[in-house]
């Protein structure tokens, strides 16, 4: 592999070494049977026939006209700082110059980085004559002036954002300068205070992000349980449409925490979760009550989900409860059997787990059971996904501080949703190009983000804006059970 990453970067050697005059700055000109070179503060006298005249020395290589040998210009003292080999490569989406400096280590420099739309001019501290013999990308076009303060790099890329990132490396002494000719960013009004962007972020690779960015709004998260559609369908008169939470596969029943207009459509699973009233977004663990009510009327506190107690309530699909305990599995508010633990959850139903025959009430099949929650403090409405990205303007990926017990898709390359915000405000819905959630976090830090929740993500991932997928998507749209639907104010 190491051979195989060397012989990628290739050494650019220079066959031809005579260059036009104003690839090193002067200017040409003939004069009384002389040929006359000018420019940064110096002149040079050529006399065909004769030799160099400034000064006389048979030995320099002659010059061609307006063609200058490099070589003579380095004897006669141009250039004024040391000479760098070039090797090229990929690395990416970069194109990768490395320069393989001379001599002892130079002092140390910091990283330095930067872009523009469609042109770009960089000075390298060092003559870097294979810098002109590098295989620029299709369709970009690059002047190389070796100049005696440097080597000045000017590209020029109509309709694309140039990006650049040099840095130095140690043993031996390189200088690497990474360079990104990549698709123009975007930005489109939708509404007052309502904007779709396509956008760059960078740590330091670049990744695409795709956001709808509002500074105001109305946010209601969207979709009905046990039902499967594409979010644009789940609310066909919305600006913008982003994929909400998890849910199971096989069943479409939301998994986690989902409040609709106050009314609790489905309970937490221990994750984080969104929550807000009007245009003011929380980010917490919500903090939730949960109630059971007997046959007789009677009302018992109960945990819920992950959240265990002594009696406690569950509504996520998989298996529930422990050795020594009984499940009593409900449908709709009707307890359908009273089974030895542990159980697996049919569709459709859920289930009151407490100690082997100490049920909290009475109980047995057929009769009624009915389970309430409430958050608190309360919210009109809440989304539960997770895990948390960014938290008050620092990176809080942490996957094992959320009921995530297999982390293997947080850890796989795919697209990836979110809901942003930044300290003045405004919300971002927006999905990214493939990357891992932990690279998206210390992305939106670099755009400004104050908090940032991951959404589900991989082919759930979809932002809709009016009626059209913006997202770049592999195959179909994948249909979910909920999404957040933004309208105009």
Known sequence: MRLLAFLLFLPCSLAQTLLPASTFGL???????????????????YVPGVGWAEPL????????GERIPLEALKALGYFRTPEAGVRHGTQGRALRLVLDLPGPEPAPKPPSEGQAPGSLSLLLPYLAPGMTQVPWPKGMEARVRLLPGGTELSLSFPGKLLR???????????????LYALEAEVEEPLAPGIRYRETWAFTPEPLRLYLVEAEKGRLVPVGKPGVRALPKDLAPHALAVLNGGYFDPKTATPIGLWVQDGVTVSYPSGRMALLWDGFSFFLGVPRFEAMIQGPSGERVRVGINTSRARYTAHTVPGP????????????GSRVQAILPAPQELPPGTWALTFPKGAPPFPLKPGDTLSLYGRLDPPFRYALEAGPLLVQEGQYAFDPSRENFRDLRPLQAITPQAAVAWTREGKL??????????????????????????????????????????????????????????LYAP
């Open 57 to 64: 020395d048979p030995t320099l290589p002659p010059p061609d």
């Open 27 to 45: 200017s040409f000109r003939e004069e009384a049977s002389a040929w006359i070179y000018e420019g940064e503060g110096v002149r040079f006298v």
């Open 428 to 485: 971002w819905l927006l999905v990214s190009e493939p990357t891992t959630p932990g690279v998206l976090a210390r992305a939106l830090l670099t755009l400004g983000a104050w908090n940032a929740l991951r959404m589900d993500g991989g082919g759930s991932a979809q932002l809709w804006v009016k009626g059209r997928l913006r997202n770049p998507y592999q195959g179909s749209p994948r249909p979910v059970v909920s999404a957040l639907a």
């Open 164 to 178: 650049y990132r040099l840095f130095p490396l140690k043993d031996p002494a390189r200088l690497v300068l990474d």
């Open 320 to 331: 529930v409860g422990k050795p020594g305990e009984e499940v009593a599995l409900v449908m």
